[in-house]
């Protein structure tokens, strides 16, 4: 039986073991540039499978947070390079998590003071994260603008271009599209924030248009085997709903399966929250079963709430990989943990958001034996 401690080929890279750090938002990007700091974070982590950087916005329109990183500036690049050094000079592996956030922005966060960009213009329910004079508080999103339909061609470049300098200048091994958790490529997908009358709006086939032409593209520039996508069906993320989500990701299964992409990630339920939401069931072995009857190959990679048993219960029931997010916060070296059942440190949730190394690198590791 496949264990979380087993190798497996994903892409080009050699995983030699199943346990994933989940992409993780941490606010330690000042001015959107990686630091020092964060090489070390990730780094402490490498023994990870596979390492998945924190969202990172693809273009200043796309940033939704006070300091989070972004992958448009030189540099955002060069300090995005020192993480990947760091990380590879202790033999891991690291994909970027490309994103564009849509309506979850502020007006103090965006170019010019401008109103957030949407499918269309309905303001979402949700704080978001602003630092003022050093302080930090949780305020509403402002309203959004609909995007015109000649802006969509320039929000592919964007994503397109991002993937290019994430590989070719800041090192990285691959990319991975944020497309959940109600985001810009999710908030198209999805009724509860798509009314537009265009060709990316209506029908199933409108809605997922946008992503589609982002993976298209994203994969065109620098392969299937160095692309992933990230997904959550059914999470209320963001104030996020879609009124038939099974139709819809099958739809996108379909689509997807041809791509050859490195791996699908896959949040089950609420992010970060339940697995199962009573008003929101969703059938995911019938969904993974669609897009293998439909060709598609590359990992199947699961996340949300998972522990070790559950994680071996998954891969026994056909998941490759298993995302770990609040565990790999708190233990540098989960594998270990995980492998040798060691005890966990507990995550202190006053130092996910902001601040410095305290709750950020001074996890401690088990001492070598
Ligand atoms: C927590 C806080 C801010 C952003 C996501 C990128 O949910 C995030 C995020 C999570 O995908």
Not at 269 to 286: Q, S
Not at 334 to 363: I, S
């Amino acid at each position: 039986m496949t264990s979380l401690f087993d190798p497996m080929p994903l892409g080009i890279l050699h995983l030699p073991n199943r346990v994933v750090m989940a992409p993780l938002t941490r606010n330690r990007a000042p001015d959107a540039i990686p630091t020092a700091l964060m090489a070390e974070y990730y780094a402490q982590r490498a023994s990870a499978g596979l390492l998945i950087t924190e969202a990172t916005a693809i273009s200043a329109q796309g940033q939704g947070y006070a300091d989070v990183p972004g992958l448009y500036g030189v540099e955002q690049l060069d300090g995005w390079k020192r993480v990947t050094e760091a990380v590879h000079a202790r033999k891991g592996r690291i994909f970027v998590q490309l994103w564009h956030v849509g309506r979850v922005s502020h007006l103090d966060l965006q170019p010019d003071g401008q109103k957030p960009v949407a499918p269309s213009a309905i303001t979402a329910r949700t704080k978001t994260y602003l630092i003022k004079n050093g302080v930090g508080s949780f305020v509403p999103t402002s309203e959004p603008r609909a995007l015109l339909s000649e802006e969509l061609p320039g929000i592919v470049h964007d994503y397109r271009h991002a993937a290019r300098h994430a590989l070719s200048t800041a090192g990285f091994d691959g990319v991975e599209v944020h497309g959940a958790n109600g985001y810009l490529l999710d908030q198209f997908l999805k009724t509860g924030a798509n009314r537009r009358a265009d060709d990316y709006g209506g029908s199933i086939e409108n809605r997922a248009r946008l992503m589609l032409e982002v993976m298209r593209a994203v994969v065109g520039e620098v392969g299937g085997a160095r692309t992933g996508l990230r997904i959550s069906p059914v999470t209320p993320a963001n104030d996020i709903d879609d009124e038939n989500p099974q139709a819809l990701f099958e739809y996108l299964m379909k689509q997807l399966a041809p791509m050859g992409l490195a791996y699908l990630h896959v949040i089950e339920g609420a992010t970060g929250g339940p697995r199962d939401i009573a008003d929101r069931p969703f059938d995911y072995r019938a969904m993974r079963e669609t897009y293998r009857a439909a060709g598609g190959k590359g990992a199947w990679m699961v996340n949300n709430g998972y522990d070790k048993v559950l994680a071996e219960r998954a891969l026994a029931e056909g998941a490759d990989l298993v995302a770990f997010g609040k565990l790999f916060i708190a233990n540098p070296d989960l594998v270990q943990r995980l492998r040798n059942d060691a005890p966990l440190n507990p995550p202190d949730k006053a130092t996910f958001y902001g601040g410095g190394a305290h709750g950020y690198t001074d996890y401690p590791a088990l001492r070598a034996a």
